[in-house]
């Protein structure tokens, strides 16, 4: 059953169950009305004819040829009566029962107080018993209640008419507005489903005056588009991936070839070994860099524990001292206290890509320098590098996996252009962030902002 119709129904039912007690006590309320008018001339005609009872002895039924009590505008009803001895004898009755009035043990209630019964002719009657002065006999005054039932019964009638089409009108008006309620709704059910039929294309275009409505529509919007722009990047991360595969496991793949295809001297086989090592070598980085990069994009729920930020860099930077040597750079780093909660191995990783980095495009004899502060509530880490710099168009791409620029694939440093992507990641993974300024002279700085501890 879709919304919209559970809608209709929830509506439909709670005006009918409205309109159901409204018409109930409506109901109730003009028949108990018209019946106490009733009650309350029977009575006072039942009093009056066991007073001119007593006066006759109090053995003898006089009815009077007054008229009869009224119910409501009906006018006056014929009269029933009956006197009966406290033992329950009859004494005497009205023609009106045709000789059978009814035994004062079926009728007999709490005096003074009107009743329903029937008559022995099958006439629904409404009585009431008061004694007789001054003598021990009883006196049943009724009169038919065939008016009261008939306008009883009109009036139900004419309310379950009234009823069944205020229902039918109610379950219109429900149609009417459920659908233009949420016609919004179904417009953005409509967009979900061609997406989850793969049509990334498909956006909501609702202009409501419904405030959530609006929002709603906006944040299916933006999550259609994050999915479109996640699809792409991972198309594209495929791609890369394959790409960047391809190349080693080709020269892999031509090196073992070329050293089985004919026989070689001891020296030829080393080189052919020795590049095929190489292109392991690279294949394993690669696909160590690609693990953590899928690691850390996962936002890994591992355990977390306070780190001081000086201590992971210092052991980044011993970490690639090697590669520095090789390349003639230096590398300092700072000390500063702060600590911050989070995954020691993932920040040292961090500050090793962001050295790595910065080694590998600083110059012969340059130097790499790191530092660690405070900035409000963050710790704040610099690289900086005497490097070439990175244009401004580029300064946001070089956080893409694989991506590298026109200088870098000039120069050709080693790397499948992941670094910088992992490190971003596991900064967002800790509430921070990396970003690229260009220093005041020739370099770039990587700035590293993590959230420090609530402790300090």
Known sequence: MTFRRRLVIAATLLTAATLGVAFGAVYFTVNRDQERQLDAALLAEAKEEAREAAALGGDELAISDRPGPAANDVGPLTKY????????????????????PPQLAWVDGRRGEPFDFWAGNNEHLRGVLVDVPAHRAVLLLA????????????????MLLVFAAAAAWAIAIAYWIVRRLTRDHAAIATVARQVAAGDLHARIAVAS?????????????EMIERLSRLLAAQGTFIAHAAHELRAPLTTLYGELSHAVRRSRDAEAYRQSIEGALESAKHLTVLADDLLALARVSAEPSGPREDVDVASALEHARKLVVAEADAREVTVKAGTGAAV??????DLERLF???????????????????????????????VVDQGPGVPEE?????????????RAQAHDPPGAGLGLAIARQIARAHGGEVALRQAASAGGVFVVRLPLTAKQ
Do not use: C, M, W
Request: net charge positive.
């Open 394 to 406: 580029d300064r946001e791409r070089i956080f893409e996996p694989f991506y590298r620029g026109a």
């Open 81 to 100: 009566g009956a006197l009966y001895s406290t033992d329950g004898a009859v004494l005497a009755s009205t023609p009106t029962f045709r000789g059978q």
């Open 340 to 345: 911050v909660h989070g995954r020691r191995a």
């Open 352 to 382: 090793r890509n962001l050295l790595e980095n910065a080694v590998r495009h600083s110059p012969k004899g340059g130097v790499v320098g790191a530092e660690v502060g405070r900035e409000g509530g963050f710790v704040v880490a610099s």
């Open 143 to 158: 009169a038919p209640r065939a008016d009261l039932d008939g306008d009883a019964a009109f009036l139900r009638r004419a």
């Open 209 to 221: 005056s419904d405030v959530e409505v609006a929002q709603l529509a906006r944040d299916v919007n």
